[in-house]
């Protein structure tokens, strides 16, 4: 049973370990090995992390009108109107045939809002970045770190081995879903359902300031055109870019419609701050509309704006204001390996990386 008073912002509610700084540190040399591997493969910079884009979209948040208190906080304190892009991705940081299937994931950013911002936050840009499940795969950065490690030694592997690794993963994913356990570790290496990205929920992960309060925010598909893809699996036999040519096609002759929830935390027992491998449950902390993203049909690898937000724009939760600050060990972790990680394909590929304004 949900408890009727969310929790309350303070900076206590998080806990700084005393070794944050040499995690960040080494963090920041596995997503160079990621890199450096993978721009010399390319001779172009990729993202460290979600390095393949499957869409790029344009459309409108439109906050919530007469929000009640605890809801109407941050962006969402007073109704209006957005101007949002959308990439949609696969975890790995390297540029993978579709055939090798990883989690989904949305980044969004939000033009033009009002606030104090965090620190070193260029622009007037909000970002949201999500992934199609309700749990991280590590409680900690150094736990974290290990994983990367690890996806560190694969990048630049034969992409025939990793094709066979992710078939027999997939198989491994579904016997253990049949008996009710999910394994984030098993979906990240390659063991994830192939599905459409168009019909996934999309979950923060990780918690957040929601002004006064503490929350994670979901993006959920409410369109009949989005909820008919729901769960549907792409055949990406021989098609290297079976996501993205699907979407592209898809997206054509559809109007999507999502939902943007955000979850208040109730008890810090339950919803803990400090490890995102714990589920919030919903019956415990519900989800609760403040807004919804429209996007009608457009192209969505219009070569402009692939190259406007894939190559000149970069998504970081620590992008944005003060009233969404993002909180907990591997939020704080992810702060400078975002901005490493930026800075060196800014760097390699001499294209400048800047916040976008609708004002403009």
Not at 42 to 49: F, M, N
Not at 194 to 213: A, C, I, K
Request: glycine letters at 8%.
């Amino acid at each position: 049973m949900a408890s009727s008073t969310p929790v309350r912002f303070s900076p206590s509610v998080e806990e700084i370990m005393p070794d944050e700084r040499e995690t960040i540190e080494e963090l920041n040399k596995a997503f160079d090995e990621i890199l450096e591997t993978t721009s010399k493969d390319y001779g172009h910079a990729v993202r460290s992390v979600h390095a393949k884009a499957h869409g790029i979209l344009e459309g409108t948040l439109r906050i919530g009108e007469n929000l009640p208190p605890e809801l109407a906080q941050g962006i969402f304190a007073k109704p209006g109107e957005h101007k949002v892009y959308l990439r949609i991705s696969t975890n790995a940081g390297d540029i993978l045939e579709d055939a090798i299937s990883l989690p989904r994931g949305v980044s969004i950013k939000v033009l033009d809002v009002e606030g104090e911002r965090l620190p070193d936050a260029e622009g007037t840009t909000q970002d949201f970045i999500m992934v199609n499940g309700p749990v991280f795969q590590a409680k900690t950065a150094d736990k974290f770190l290990g994983n990367l490690k690890l996806l560190a030694k694969t990048t630049d592997v034969a992409e025939g081995g990793k094709k066979v690794m992710s078939s027999v993963l997939r198989g491994v994913n579904t016997a253990l879903s049949a008996v009710g356990i999910e394994s984030t570790v098993v979906q990240s290496l390659g063991g994830a359902p192939n599905v459409d990205p168009l019909g996934e929920t999309y979950y923060s992960v990780t918690p957040f300031r929601f002004g006064d309060y503490i929350a994670k925010f979901s993006l959920k598909p409410v369109s009949p055109d989005l909820t008919a893809l729901s769960g549907k699996e792409i055949d990406a036999s021989g098609r290297p870019d079976a996501i993205r040519e699907t979407v592209q096609e898809e997206m054509k002759g559809i109007v999507g419609v999502w939902e943007f929830r955000v979850q208040l935390c109730r008890d810090l027992e339950k919803q803990p701050v400090e490890d995102p491998t714990v589920e919030w449950k919903e019956d415990e902390a519900p989800f609760q509309t403040v807004g919804t993203i429209t996007v009608g049909h457009q192209d969505s690898w219009d070569p402009q704006r692939v190259q406007k937000v894939d190559e000149e724009m970069r998504f970081s939760i620590w992008t944005g204001i003060t009233a969404h600050q993002p909180l907990g060990n591997i939020n704080r972790a992810r702060k400078d390996p975002y901005r490493h990680s930026a800075n060196f394909r800014q760097r390699f590929n001499g294209c400048p990386i800047h916040e976008p304004s609708a004002r403009a």
